[in-house]
């Protein structure tokens, strides 16, 4: 099963901003920034969930009415998706993938751009395939 790396770089308190990385069927390697809550002791809704490996795969969301990838195995928690978002405020514990990073709504916290565009690029290239997402902070993170 493929391996996709997630690299968390800062947790504010208010929201973690983070890299995710994967390997095309080329064999090139590709990347995406990320948002998740902060870390809030892995409770529902307000808390990004812990650093670890999970298993993902591609499974109907009833919330979001579409397919995205759902990552399993959380402990206590269930229904964790990865999908598009610009804004901490767009996120219950999911995380959220972008091709950039800005202060969009000027608030003082980091937003991602394109995140229709990155989550449907990594939608494709994963193929819809299952995957093991391996979470850890990057050097330096808190």
């Known amino acids: 099963m493929q391996k ?5 770089k800062t947790d ?4 973690t901003n983070g890299i995710i990385q ?14 998740e809550l902060p870390w809030k002791n892995n409770q529902h809704d307000i808390s990004c969930i812990p650093i670890g490996s999970y298993d993902c795969q591609w499974t109907f ?24 978002g610009n804004f901490v405020s767009d996120l219950l514990g999911c995380i959220a993938l972008g091709t950039a990073e800005s202060d969009l709504n000027r608030d003082g916290m980091i937003d991602i751009m394109n995140s229709r565009w990155a989550i449907e690029t990594f939608e494709n ?10 979470i850890s902070h990057s ?4």
């Open 4 to 8: 996709v790396f997630l690299y968390r």
């Open 22 to 35: 994967f390997t095309t069927k080329e064999g090139v390697q590709s990347q995406c920034f990320t948002l």
């Open 61 to 84: 969301s009833p919330h979001l009415n579409r397919y995205t990838y759902e990552v399993l195995n959380v402990p206590n928690r269930e229904g964790i998706r990865i999908h598009s």
């Open 125 to 134: 290239i994963m193929d819809k395939q299952p995957f093991t997402l391996i």
């Open 12 to 15: 504010t308190g208010k929201e």
């Open 139 to 142: 050097s330096g993170a808190g």
